[in-house]
């Protein structure tokens, strides 16, 4: 396919445990964001890559996330020691350039749906 | 501190009506803005975009106005269709950032 997937759609994990989210960006796109949506909420920012570098990282709640992309493709969020309160959509966005028309052009994924129970 | 805000979590309209979403923001400096479009079960779409130097944008059916005095801009939907039920959020770019500040969001429900 064309656009952002993500996987795996659903995750449900037991507190303590660690989880590892995947993002397979649009072929191509320099650009690659981290959000979360909790219930009720905004899309929050959490980590933004330009390229394997992650010159913005000032979303990540706590040092239990961490994120890393390879290739300048595909990204890893992992979550360390899961919280109940991380239980959330995560979603991935790429975007083809940094540049001012990168805003009109971030492309998201489905999103992971975690639960911690 | 949610610098967009979008203080209606709902609105329904009948079809062929015009719909009109609200989006506050406290942070003087945004110089631009989008709305995002949301079905269930899938990622958030771009729909339409302002720039701070205008007041006004329009595609299609779809027009953004931005009265930056009030911090305050609103997306307008006319005539409205049973297909733009979905969930729109307004955004910013975070000043000097890349990533995007998101609104909570506004359920618009279109009936036929």
């Given at each position: 396919g064309a656009g952002v997937s993500q996987s795996p759609s659903n995750k449900v994990t037991e507190k303590g445990k660690d989880v590892e989210l995947r993002c397979d960006p649009i072929s191509g796109h320099t650009a690659l964001y981290w959000y979360r949506q909790s219930l009720g909420q905004g899309l929050e920012f959490l980590i933004y890559?330009?390229?394997?570098?992650?010159?913005?990282?000032?979303?990540?709640?706590s040092d239990r996330f961490s994120a890393e992309r390879t290739g300048g493709s595909v990204s890893t969020l992992t979550i360390q020691r899961t919280q109940q309160e991380d239980s959330a959509v995560y979603l991935c966005a790429s975007s083809p350039t940094s540049g001012a028309s990168s805003y009109n052009e971030q492309f998201f994924g489905p999103g992971t749906r975690l639960t911690v129970l | 501190d949610q610098q967009v805000k979008q203080n209606s979590p709902s609105l329904s309209v009948q079809e062929g009506r015009i719909s009109i979403l609200n989006c506050d923001y406290t942070n003087s400096m945004f110089d631009y803005f989008l709305w995002y479009?949301?079905?269930?079960?899938?990622?958030p779409t771009f729909l339409i975009s302002i720039s701070s130097i205008k007041d006004k944008n329009e595609d299609g059916r779809f027009t953004v106005f931005l009265n930056k005095s009030a911090k305050h801009l609103s997306l307008h939907i006319v005539p409205s269709q049973p297909g733009d039920s979905a969930v729109y959020f307004c955004a910013a770019p975070y000043t000097g950032r890349r990533a995007l500040t998101f609104g909570s969001g506004t359920r618009l429900q279109v009936q036929p």
């Open positions: 890559f330009q390229g394997n570098s992650a010159p913005d990282k000032s979303g990540l709640p | 479009k949301k079905y269930p079960a899938e990622g």
